[in-house]
C-alpha cells in the first residue's frame, strides 16, 4: 500500500498496522497477492463502522422530522449517468511514466507542486500545465521525468449486467455515487409521503470509481461507501439552509469525539458552472488537512438534468402559493472509510504506562467497537473463571458488544482491548469471591482501577459510557 512519504508517515503507518493486527481493517484478497484500492473491515472495523453509520442516521434522519431515508440500488438504468454528466464528465487526468508504466493523476501531481489544477480543466488545458511543470514532477516509483501526454479517464466503473450481447455493447455502471439514486426517487418520495419543503432524503451506501491512483489507506479506494443526504428547498431558501446544514454537519462531526483543532473548513475556489457554494470539511490527516466531508449548493442542476433525461415533470407545488418550481438542492456527503480513517487517527495514543510504552484508542465509548471485556484473574481457578462468565452473562443482557477475556496474564489482556479502545475492562478477584462480592473497573484512559460492587455494576457502567 502506498503511503506518502511525509514526516508523519511513521504515524500512518503504525496505525495501518495496528488495524491489521487488531482486526479492524485487511488488505483485499491478501491470499491473492491483494487487489489494489479496495479493503476489507474484520470484526473490530465492522463494529466501528457500524457505529459511525448509526451515528450518521441518527443525525440525519431520526433526529430530524423533515429528512427521511432512502436504499436504492447499486445498478441503475445507464441514462441517469448520462443525465447526470458522469459519462462524459466524470474523469481524472491520468499520464504514465514512459519508463516504468507507473500511472500518475496529473492534477494530483501538479497541486502538489503548488500549481492550481482540477479535474474539470479539459484534456489540453491539463496538458499545457504538465508540460510547463515537466522538469519538476519525477515518477513516483523510478524517479524519472519522461511521462505520456495526460488524458482524461472516465472514473465510472463498468459493468454487463443485462447485457446478453456477444459484443458487450450496452453497459451499465456500478454506481459512482449514491445521490443519483436520491435524484431519481424525488418524485416518489414526494407521492408517497407528506413531505413539504423544505425536506431531505438521506441514504449510506456503496458507490464504485475507477480510481488512477488509490492512496493513502481507506482515504482513496475504489470501492467505498458514502453517507449523503440532499435537501431540497425553495429557491430563496438555498443559501439559508445551506448555512444551517454547514452548522449542523460540523456539529455532528464534533460529537463524534473528534478534536476541534483536527478539522477546518475548506471553500472551494473553482466552482462547477451550476453550484452557488462549495465547501468541504477538512480532516487534519497523517498528511495534512484533507477533505474528509463535502457540503455543497448544487441549485436546480440535478433535478433538471434528470427530468430533461427522463421526460419527467420533477417540480413541486407549493401548496399555499400553487407555484410551481424545481427545488434546489443541497448537500451534504461525507466517505465512511474517510471518516474512519480520521477516527482512527484522532484517538490514536501512545503514552507510558508502568514503564512501558503503551498504545490505546481513545474513542468515545458510544463509537468504541467493544464497549467492555470482562476476565477472570486467573485462568486456572474454576471459581474465578464461573463468577466471571456469570457476570459477563449478566452484562450481556445490559450492554454490547462486550467480550470475555481469559487469554494470557492481565497485563497483556489490559493491553489487548487498550489497542481496540475497549473503555472499561473487569476483573474478577479473590476478593470478589471471598470478601465483598465487589470487582475492579479499570478506565481505559487513566488505567486507574475502581472497586464496585457487582450488584451495581451494570448501573455504573451504563452511567460511565453514556
Ligand atoms: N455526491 C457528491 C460526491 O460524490 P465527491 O466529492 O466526489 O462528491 C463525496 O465525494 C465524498 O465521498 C468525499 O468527500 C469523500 O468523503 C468520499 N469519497 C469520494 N471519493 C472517494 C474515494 N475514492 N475513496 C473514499 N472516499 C471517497
Known amino acids: 500500500m502506498e503511503i506518502a512519504k511525509t514526516k508523519d508517515s511513521e504515524l500512518m503507518e503504525k496505525i495501518v498496522s495496528l488495524c491489521k493486527r487488531r482486526g479492524f481493517v485487511y488488505p483485499s484478497s491478501e491470499i491473492y497477492g491483494g487487489f489494489a484500492g479496495v479493503y476489507d473491515f ?19 434522519v431520526h433526529k430530524r422530522q423533515d429528512i427521511v431515508g ?40 501538479l497541486e502538489e507542486i503548488g500549481v492550481k489544477a482540477d479535474e474539470k480543466m479539459s484534456e489540453e488545458e491539463i496538458n499545457r500545465l504538465f508540460d510547463e511543470n515537466k522538469n519538476k514532477i519525477k515518477c513516483p516509483k523510478c524517479g524519472k521525468q519522461n511521462f505520456t501526454k495526460a488524458r482524461k479517464f472516465n472514473l465510472l466503473v463498468k459493468s454487463n449486467l443485462g447485457d446478453f450481447t456477444e459484443a ?35 441514504q449510506i451506501g456503496k458507490a464504485f470509481r475507477n480510481e488512477i491512483a488509490p492512496r493513502q489507506f481507506l482515504f482513496r479506494t ?15 431558501q438555498e443559501m439559508i439552509e445551506y ?71 420533477l417540480t413541486y407545488q407549493d401548496p399555499e402559493t400553487n407555484e410551481k418550481f424545481i427545488p434546489h438542492i443541497i448537500e451534504s456527503s461525507i466517505g465512511v472509510g474517510r471518516l474512519f480513517l480520521a477516527v482512527m487517527c484522532d484517538a490514536y495514543t501512545e503514552d507510558v504506562m508502568n514503564e512501558e510504552t503503551r498504545v490505546y484508542l481513545k474513542f468515545k465509548p458510544s463509537i ?16 474465578l473463571v464461573s463468577k466471571a462468565k456469570h457476570i459477563f452473562e449478566v452484562l450481556n443482557e445490559e450492554i454490547y458488544p462486550i467480550v470475555f477475556d481469559d487469554n494470557g496474564n492481565v497485563g497483556k489482556r489490559y493491553r489487548r482491548q487498550d489497542e481496540i479502545g475497549t473503555p472499561f475492562c473487569v476483573t474478577v478477584d479473590f476478593d470478589t469471591i471471598e470478601k465483598d462480592d465487589t470487582v475492579t473497573v479499570r478506565d481505559r484512559d487513566s488505567g486507574k482501577q475502581e472497586r464496585v460492587a457487582v450488584k451495581e455494576l451494570v448501573n455504573y457502567l451504563k452511567s460511565k459510557l453514556a
Open 42 to 60: 474484520g470484526p473490530m472495523g465492522v463494529e466501528l463502522e457500524n457505529n459511525l453509520k448509526a451515528h450518521w442516521w441518527k443525525w440525519m
Open 70 to 109: 432512502l436504499d436504492s440500488c447499486i445498478f441503475m438504468n445507464p441514462k441517469i449517468w448520462e443525465a447526470s454528466g458522469h459519462t462524459k464528465g466524470f474523469s481524472d487526468p491520468l499520464a504514465e511514466c514512459k519508463n516504468c508504466n507507473t500511472r500518475i493523476r496529473v492534477d494530483k501531481v
Open 168 to 202: 458487450g455493447t450496452a453497459p451499465s455502471y456500478l454506481r459512482g455515487e449514491t445521490c443519483q439514486g436520491i435524484y431519481v426517487n424525488v418524485k416518489n418520495v414526494l407521492d408517497s409521503g407528506h413531505m413539504k419543503l423544505p425536506f431531505g432524503i438521506a
Open 222 to 236: 475504489r470501492e467505498f461507501e458514502q453517507m449523503e443526504m440532499q435537501y431540497l428547498t425553495k429557491p430563496d
Open 243 to 313: 448555512e444551517k446544514l454547514r452548522e449542523y454537519r460540523f456539529k455532528a462531526i464534533v460529537s463524534l469525539g473528534l478534536k476541534e483543532e483536527n478539522l477546518k473548513w475548506h471553500k472551494h475556489d473553482n466552482l462547477v458552472f451550476y453550484a452557488k457554494e462549495a465547501y468541504d470539511i477538512e480532516y487534519n490527516y497523517p498528511w495534512g488537512f484533507d477533505e474528509m466531508e463535502g457540503v455543497h449548493a448544487r441549485g436546480t442542476y440535478d433535478l433538471t438534468q434528470h427530468s430533461k433525461g427522463s421526460g419527467q415533470e
Open 368 to 383: 468504541a467497537p467493544v464497549k467492555v471485556a470482562v476476565f477472570p484473574l486467573l485462568k486456572n481457578k474454576p471459581e
